[in-house]
């Protein structure tokens, strides 16, 4: 079992930034993908970011790509979403997960995810 639990969520004014980490305990993949993706309001959970642990590889939503940067620690198993220039429609609960290997956008793909942070970017 992997556990995932993120933190960093927050109010923040639009433009600001905020970043967000997700700390993975239990078992741990040496090549796993991790990603973020987020709900709002009524509406469907979407894909955010998604980074394999190497760094070698990453994937970006359109909406923030130039915005959002995704890290991560190997040495403290924890992954990151930097969010700067920060948009009121970028609020929702956000969601980090993982897989195996392989950069997906598929929900579905992803077998661990943690509790969620709550973003609010007020305008």
């Keep these: 079992q992997v556990q995932l639990v993120e933190s960093g969520g927050g109010l923040v004014q639009a433009g600001g930034s905020l970043r967000l980490s997700c700390a993975a305990s239990g078992r741990t993949f040496s090549s796993s993908v991790m990603a973020w993706f987020r709900q709002a309001p009524g509406k469907e959970r979407e894909f955010v970011a998604a980074g394999t642990w190497s760094g070698e590889e990453t994937d970006y939503a359109d909406s923030v790509k130039g915005r959002f940067t995704i890290s991560r620690d190997n ?23 993982a897989r195996p290997s392989g950069l997906r956008r598929e929900i579905q793909r992803y077998g661990y995810w943690g509790q969620g942070t709550q973003v609010t970017v007020s305008s």
């Design 75 to 97: 040495a403290k198993n924890t992954a990151y979403l930097q969010m700067n220039s920060l948009k009121p429609e970028d609020t929702a609960v956000y969601y980090c997960a």
